[in-house]
C-alpha cells in the first residue's frame, strides 16, 4: 500500500512540472500574406530550383491576434520557368514560384503550402494556379505596325523602309519575357492550414496616438471631409482617408524608404515617357498625377509606387493644413477608362485597402512615432460614397481616418529594391534598339503571327474555361479595362487591431 502511494505521489509530481503545450494558432487556408522579393526573378535569368526569398510587409492577423509579423521572411523556390523565346513553343513566358516556409522574427519557421495570386502593379497576369504568365508578343500597337510594315516590305520596299524606321523610333516592340526586380511585391495565398505558436506582441515601435495628439487634430476631423476632393472641373473625387503629422522632410525619408516616389511635373517630356510607357508596356514609377485641390488648394506634395505598367499604381496626394499637419487622399489605380471624352485611370473603390498599404509601409521602414485610426466627424459612416464624378462608382470605406504621427526618420529600414538597383546592369540604348528590332522582324511577321493565331484558336477549343480570381472573393478576372471589378478581399493592416481604433480622446 506505502509502496503504491509512493508511485503515485512521483507520478503527479512529475506531471506538475511537465510545462503543459502553450495553445498554438492555425492559419486558415485562404489567408494571405503580403511579400516583397529580395532579389531579382524572371523567364531570363531565373531556373527550376532557384531560392527565392521575400520579406512579410503587412502583417497576418487571426481572429483579432497577430500570427506574423511585418519583419517576417517568406522562403521558397523558383518551380517552374517557361522562357518565351522565338515564341514557336510557348505564345508567352512563365514564371512559378513556391513559397513553403515563413520565418518569424523569433526564429520559429512555419511550413506553408501557398499559391501566387497576383503581383502587385504588374501588367503580368496570374492564372487560377499561381503561375505568373507574360504578356503576349503581338498583342501590342508595335507589332500592329511592324506586321503591316513588313507586308509592304515585299510589295513596296521603297515605302516600307521609311515607315519601319520611323515605327523603330517612335514605336519599338515591348519586351515580353518577364522580369521582377528586388522589391517586386507579391500577394500569396494559404492552399492548406498551416499552425503556428502565434505571435502575441503589438507591433514594435508602434504605439497609439496620445490624447494631446487626438486632441491637435480633432477639429480638422470634425470638419466636413466629403467631398474631400475635387477635380478642376468641378466633379467629387478622393476622399480623405489618411491624416499625416510631421515635417515634408519626414515624410519624403519614410516614403522613399518604403519604395514610393515622387511624381514628376508635366512637360512635353513627360508626355514623350507616358506614351513610350505605354507602347513599349513598361513602367513610369514617377508618373504626373492629375491636379486635384481641396478646399480650392492644390495638392502640395504626392507620392506613387509601381512597377512595370502604366495603368497600375498605387499613389496618394497630400495637402498641408496647418504646419506639419497633412490632409492625404490615397487611391490605388487599377487599370484605364474612358471618362468625359478622354483617357483616365480606373481606381479601386476599395479606398480603405489603400489606406492599409500606406500605414504597412510607413511602419515598416520604422518612420511612425505613433497611429491610430479615428471616427472623422462628418456625415460619412461606413458604406459607400460617390467618388470620381461617378455616381455609379462608389468609394467603399469604414468612414475611419488613419493618424499617422511620424518621427525624424533619419535612420529607416529600407524596404528591398530601394534604391531600384536590381543588379542587372543597364543595357545601352543601341542594345535596346536592337532587341526591340528583333522582337520586330522575329514576332511581328506574317509568318509568326499566324502560327500563333493557329494555336490560339487551337487551345481555345480543347481547354475549358476557368475562372481567374485576384483575391479570395473575387468575382472575376483582374482587367485594364473599364468596369474592372476587384472582388471583396481586404488588406491587413497594422491598425486591425481593436486597440489602435479610438473614436474620441486618448488612451
Known sequence: MLKSVIVLACSAAVFAV??????????????????????????????????VQGAVIAPVFVQERLCIPQGAVALGEIESVQRLGLGLKHRRAGLTYRFDTIRLPDGETIPVQTRLVE?????????????????????NLSSSISAYALSFLYLAPA?????????????RSPDPEIYFPAGTEMILQLTAPAHTNGFSKDPPGLASLSA?????????????????????????????????????????????????????????LCVYRMYHSLVQRIGYSMAPMGKLTLNGKYADAAYEKSLDTFSKRHHLRLWEQQSNVWLSAATEDVGYKFLRMHLTHATD???????????????????????????????????????????????????????????????????????????????SRFVRALIALGNDVVRSNVVFLGFNTMKV????????????????????????SLGTVQGTWMRPSVLSLPAAISLGGGR
Request: glycine share 8%; with cysteine.
Open 18 to 51: 511537465v510545462p503543459v503545450p502553450l495553445r498554438g494558432e492555425e492559419l486558415p487556408a485562404g489567408t494571405t500574406v503580403e511579400v516583397r522579393l529580395a532579389g531579382a526573378t524572371g523567364s531570363r535569368i531565373s531556373h527550376p530550383g532557384d531560392r
Open 119 to 139: 503581383v502587385e502593379t504588374a501588367k503580368e497576369r496570374v492564372d487560377a494556379q499561381g503561375k505568373v504568365g507574360g504578356i503576349y508578343p503581338s498583342a
Open 457 to 480: 484558336f487551337h487551345r481555345t477549343e480543347h481547354r475549358p474555361i476557368e475562372a481567374d480570381k485576384r483575391h479570395p472573393g473575387a468575382e472575376q478576372p483582374p482587367s485594364d
Open 349 to 427: 473603390p476599395r479606398i480603405d485597402n489603400e489606406r492599409a498599404k500606406v500605414v504597412n509601409d510607413l511602419t515598416f521602414t520604422g518612420c511612425l512615432q505613433s497611429a491610430s485610426l479615428l471616427q472623422r466627424g462628418s456625415t460619412l459612416q461606413r458604406g459607400s460614397t460617390a467618388t470620381a464624378g461617378e455616381p455609379a462608382r462608389r468609394a467603399v470605406t469604414d468612414g475611419m481616418v488613419a493618424v499617422l504621427h511620424l518621427n525624424d526618420c533619419r535612420h529607416p529600414e529600407t524596404a528591398a529594391g530601394v534604391p531600384a538597383d536590381s543588379g542587372r546592369r543597364r543595357q
Open 212 to 268: 494631446d495628439d487626438i486632441t491637435s487634430v480633432r477639429p480638422l476631423l470634425n470638419s466636413s471631409l466629403e467631398p474631400a476632393a475635387t477635380r478642376e472641373s468641378g466633379h467629387p473625387s478622393d476622399l480623405i482617408n489618411i491624416l499625416f503629422v510631421g515635417s515634408r522632410a519626414q515624410l519624403d525619408r519614410a516614403f522613399y524608404a518604403a519604395g514610393w516616389t515622387g511624381p514628376q511635373k508635366r512637360s512635353a
Open 159 to 171: 515605302t516600307a523602309v521609311p515607315a519601319l524606321a520611323i515605327k523603330f523610333l517612335i514605336a
